[in-house]
């Protein structure tokens, strides 16, 4: 497949199995980074929202976690129904009809007058914001093999800091023009990514990866293929059980913290919850770096010294209540680390089967939002019912499963590791 770029005649070529593929543009990386950014932000616009928006709809505080839960489990099925179809369809057509409808759903949570409204809506919008993971995976099929843990590194960077930052701003725009205004400026984003992506990704061109053997897979087989990759590949399985885990802790800590924030004594704005945001955006710097360390075969030694990172973040968010730089401090850890892995993980499994980018993509983040779902929902009854240091505890049981996982996969699977880490395994 080719991408052209606007206004010159230079063409990116990344052919299925072609090692002599060039590079990807900085300016391409640049447009997937924050194309992914924006669509994945709309699942977590509504976290330092969630008090206000449960006074304006009747939820009460024990159950506003369910507004993130929604949406995650909207996001694992799209994870399973639509990011596989990056491997049949015309992968334009696919990421700006996404986006298209991304922000109709954004703009459906803006207007809705009641509950019930709101939470359809918002499992609409993660169902759409899965746009991210085609992002993902055709950025990572561009890339030439010997490259591809920096580009998925600087497009995962743009993941997270939308994810972040996403926080960010939607506390400061409530604060300035109430939580409403937060979905209606995402869903006109929304339509202005889909116009800027209709121009400049290729047009009129099949850039469906070939299947095996020069055959399509009817939508049907591909679904009925997913499981099937999971149960053949073991670095897979233990890489999915991995984001799992370390984005239930990731959303352990952002699913609950505007709940300790709001209250007395410390009773902060939506803007200054927000912030923080900021804090967990500097430790996305970490993606970059990591996905040159996973290029040069030390994924693994990442993870585990992220995992260790992760776990021990846990500490000083412990003293939120105390210390506010507590909270910066480990914020900053555990979204290093969480990126760390994530990284290393994605640049792993996509050599696994590069004709199966977007279902291999698409199934190791099923268990992304089965994490995120659970840590939401759990982290949020757990503090109505124990609080903070309770969810301290949680967020670090994550975090020790994990190094648990990786220290017994250590001992088990040294020979999968080792074919696993060279960046240009072909299937």
Known sequence: MAVEQQGGPRRIEAEAG????????RAHTLLFAVAAGVAVAGVYLAQPLLVTMGHDLGLAPGTVGVVVTLTQVGYALGLFLLVPL?????????????????????????????A????????????????????VAHAASLAAPAERGRVVGAVTGGVVLGILLARTVSGTVADLAGWRAVYLGSAALSLVLAHTLYRVLPRGRDDRPA???????????????????FAAERLFRVRALFALLIFAAFSTLWSSIALPLSEPPLSLS??????????????????????????RGHANRVTGIALVL???????????????????????MLDLAVQAVHVSN?????????????????GYMIFYSIGSAVGAIASTTLYAAAGWSAVCLLGAGFGALALVVWAVDARR??????????????P
């Open 116 to 135: 019930a409204l709101l939470l359809v809506a918002m499992i609409c919008v993660g169902l759409l914001a899965v746009v991210t993971q085609v992002v």
């Open 18 to 25: 072609n090692p002599e593929a060039a590079s990807l543009s």
């Open 413 to 426: 699977g040294p020979r999968e590791r080792a074919g696993a880490s060279a960046p240009t395994v072909t």
């Open 211 to 229: 299947a095996t053997g020069g055959a399509r897979l009817s939508y049907r087989k591909l679904l009925v293929s997913m499981p099937t990759l």
């Open 86 to 114: 990056g491997d049949l369809l015309d992968r334009r057509r696919l990421i700006v009809g996404q986006f298209a409808l991304l922000a109709a759903a954004s703009a459906a949570v803006g207007l809705a007058g009641h």
């Open 270 to 295: 939506h803007t200054a919850i927000g912030a923080f945001g900021l804090a967990g955006a500097a430790g996305a710097l970490g993606a970059i770096p990591a996905g040159r360390l996973s290029d």
């Open 310 to 332: 992760l776990t021990l973040s846990w500490l000083p968010l412990a003293f939120t209540r105390q210390s506010l730089w507590a909270l910066v401090v480990g914020t900053i």
């Open 346 to 362: 994605q640049t792993l499994i996509h050599p696994l089967r590069p004709d199966a980018g977007s279902r291999l993509i698409g």
